[in-house]
């Protein structure tokens, strides 16, 4: 929380910083104005927000002009809002918008052509109808209907995760509060992880505890244990945990917009050597991809200190995506860079001071199901990594031992 009595997160600078990085794009672009739709590309650039479960609605969106902006169409009672509490807006660039809720209301209900009449009228008046519109996401009929209207569209979503992509001291505090907030859920996890207890109540205890400690949103939670280790089926269930497994956790929520992605494995009652082998293996691959991590090292030389895919038993790089796997992370929660043998390899990007990523790695135990996960959340400085992830990883942790 803000206090009088030492420097933390700055809310007012935060916002200026993430619409002065909006703004650079949209100026170094061939586009005239960037109409968003993006949940994400919002809140970067109105720093509004609101329930996640309209968040892939596509009923709201912004427009960033080279002359002004950005003007939010947002829910009604949500625009209303937003003129009494969101003063960095002006009260005219907060409106009631609706475009139909993903089709339910359809498009022959007119609400989309007279939402791109609107758009275009404004940018007429400023001038700028004749330039590219950059778009983000966007509904077919959407799309179609900005073009009958004789918009130019073009892809603006690769200059917004480019603007986005290196974090303020702002940003990376709430990240690192997002993730101290987890480090919490961590103990309380090591110490109700018995015997007898289902994957889903460990699940909902979480979502409970984060809330409590002021989490707004909890995207996802995945609990996985026992056979369900090995594949990796990366959700949770009903399954009782018992004696001797190996359970694995992906905690996923935000703070003020900021993401966790953060998974910990560890034994209920006491470990396998075959699990702790894996789970050694695991470690290893991660402390090499963290060590490689400095400002203008390309993402490959990350990927490059992991395992080959046919090397952890799958047939290809696409197949075993997302198990050795590294990821920005920001407002969403898979920003830039991504790091993969998938990708990397091909089109490496430099890191720079100030990204933000998480890293993970799997390696699947020789017993046929068990399996460690591992993830750390690092930002790049000047002198190398910073991790922000701090329950205890280095060795397997052995929940309640016998």
């Known amino acids: 929380m803000g206090v009088d009595y030492e420097t933390r997160v700055d809310f007012d600078r935060l916002r200026r910083y993430r619409l002065e990085r909006a703004q650079k794009a949209l100026a170094g672009s061939e586009c ?67 475009l139909g809720m993903r089709g339910a ?26 330039q590219p519109v950059g778009v983000d996401i966007v509904e077919p009929a959407f799309l179609f209907e900005m073009q009958r209207q004789g918009l130019t569209v073009v892809d603006c979503q690769q200059l917004m995760l480019d603007a986005r992509l290196i974090k303020s001291a702002d940003e990376i505090m709430l990240l690192n509060q997002a993730a101290a907030m987890v480090d919490g ?17 460990i699940v909902a205890m979480a979502n409970k505890r984060l809330y409590e400690m002021g989490s707004d949103q909890v995207e996802a939670i995945n609990a996985v244990s026992g056979e369900r280790c090995n594949p990796h089926p990366h959700n949770f269930s009903d399954r009782i945990i018992r004696p001797g497994d190996q359970a694995f956790f992906d905690i996923i929520h935000s703070f003020n917009g900021y993401r966790t992605c953060y998974y910990r494995t560890l ?16 470690r290893a691959w991660m402390d ?20 080959k895919a ?42 720079q001071v100030g990204m933000v990523f998480a890293l993970e790695t799997y390696c699947p135990a020789d017993d046929g199901f068990s399996a460690a996960r591992i993830e750390e959340e690092v930002v790049v400085t000047a ?16 929940a309640n031992p016998y």
């Open 383 to 398: 002198d190398g990594p910073r991790i922000l992830t701090l329950f205890p990883a280095q060795d397997l942790v052995v």
């Open 105 to 130: 209301i359809a498009p022959s209900a007119g609400l989309m052509e007279s939402a791109v009449r609107e758009i275009k009228g404004m940018l007429e008046d400023a001038g700028l109808a004749a």
């Open 267 to 282: 034994s209920v009652g006491r470990s396998t050597a075959s699990q702790r082998d894996a789970y050694a293996k695991a």
């Open 288 to 307: 090499a991809a963290i060590d490689a991590v400095r400002p203008g090292v390309g993402t490959d030389e990350i990927a490059a200190v992991w395992p």
């Open 185 to 201: 859920v961590y103990q309380d996890i090591v110490e109700v992880l018995k015997p007898g207890i289902r994957e889903n109540e």
């Open 32 to 98: 005239g104005a960037f109409l968003l739709f993006d949940f994400y590309n919002i809140r970067y650039t109105t720093q509004t927000w609101i329930g996640g479960a309209l968040g892939d609605k596509m009923t709201r969106y912004a427009l960033l002009t080279r002359s002004g902006g950005p003007t939010l169409w947002d829910f009604g009672s949500a625009a209303r809002h937003h003129k009494l509490y969101s003063p960095w807006l002006a009260e005219d660039d907060c409106r009631a918008g609706m």
């Open 310 to 351: 046919t090397e952890f038993g799958f047939e290809n790089e696409m197949a075993a995506f997302g198990l050795q796997f590294g990821h920005g992370l920001g407002l969403g929660l898979h920003e830039r860079p991504i790091i993969s043998r998938l990708n990397s390899m091909t089109a490496p990007v430099e890191l």
